[in-house]
């Protein structure tokens, strides 16, 4: 038996304007509805306790929202069809932050990832993964500034390291490719 419940306003026999609805799994939805969807502002509370609030358009996630997560991640920012799309920020409950672009869910275009111990990305993404031009800061001052590839160094780069020692050249999967080494003397590179 489907124990669903709703309270709220109807037009034409159909979930129309404010109204709350329980599913039968636990789920709850608390908001606007428009032609029996969900529609306009509202709030919905999963029954793991993860949570959206924001904007809906027929039954789905689409602008500007907040999703916290049961395992205390969190995303905010904008959504189309359910999925994050748009500019948004996802905060990971390890500390761990990303601020850029999404596409169906994925980062994509322009980002900055950062992690709690200090690593930070700013630069291209491509289907989650860092690609294209990017500056890569690792947590003990190291430095790459170049191309990227499937979230490596791939391409025409320069790794400094925090004593000045540089690589600078082409890298395969993180690896120097065709790079020379320059040492840091004394203030000078040789």
């Given at each position: 038996?489907?124990?669903?419940?709703?309270?709220?306003?109807?037009?034409?026999?159909?979930k129309n304007?404010?109204?709350?609805?329980?599913?039968?799994?636990?789920?709850?939805?608390?908001?606007?509805?428009?032609?029996?969807?969900?529609?306009?502002?509202?709030?919905?509370?999963?029954?793991?306790?993860?949570?959206?609030?924001?904007?809906?358009?027929?039954?789905?996630?689409?602008?500007?929202?907040?999703?916290?997560?049961?395992?205390?991640?969190?995303?905010?920012?904008?959504?189309?069809?359910?999925?994050?799309?748009?500019?948004?920020?996802?905060?990971?409950?390890?500390?761990?932050?990303?601020?850029?672009?999404?596409?169906?869910?994925?980062?994509?275009?322009?980002?900055?990832?950062?992690?709690?111990?200090?690593?930070?990305?700013?630069?291209?993404?491509?289907?989650?993964?860092?690609?294209?031009?990017?500056?890569?800061?690792?947590?003990?001052?190291?430095?790459?500034?170049?191309?990227?590839?499937?979230?490596?160094?791939?391409?025409?780069?320069?790794?400094?390291?925090?004593?000045?020692?540089?690589?600078i050249g082409?890298?395969?999967?993180?690896?120097?490719?065709?790079?020379?080494?320059?040492?840091?003397?004394?203030?000078?590179?040789?």
């Open positions: 038996s489907d124990s669903s419940k709703y309270e709220g306003e109807f037009k034409d026999g159909k304007g404010q109204g709350t609805y329980i599913y039968s799994n636990g789920d709850k939805y608390i908001g606007k509805w428009k032609d029996g969807k969900q529609s306009g502002q509202g709030i919905y509370i999963n029954s793991d306790s993860s949570k959206y609030e924001g904007e809906f358009k027929d039954g789905k996630k689409n602008g500007q929202g907040t999703h916290i997560y049961s395992n205390g991640d969190k995303y905010i920012g904008k959504w189309k069809d359910g999925k994050e799309q748009g500019i948004g920020t996802y905060i990971y409950s390890n500390g761990k932050k990303f601020e850029g672009e999404w596409d169906d869910g994925k980062y994509i275009g322009q980002g900055t990832f950062m992690t709690r111990d200090g690593a930070q990305y700013i630069g291209k993404w491509k289907d989650g993964k860092q690609n294209g031009q990017g500056t890569m800061t690792l947590p003990d001052g190291s430095k790459y500034v170049g191309e990227f590839k499937d979230g490596k160094y791939n391409g025409q780069g320069t790794l400094t390291y925090p004593n000045g020692d540089r690589y082409e890298w395969k999967d993180n690896n120097p490719f065709k790079c020379k080494f320059k040492k840091k003397l004394f203030g000078f590179s040789f």
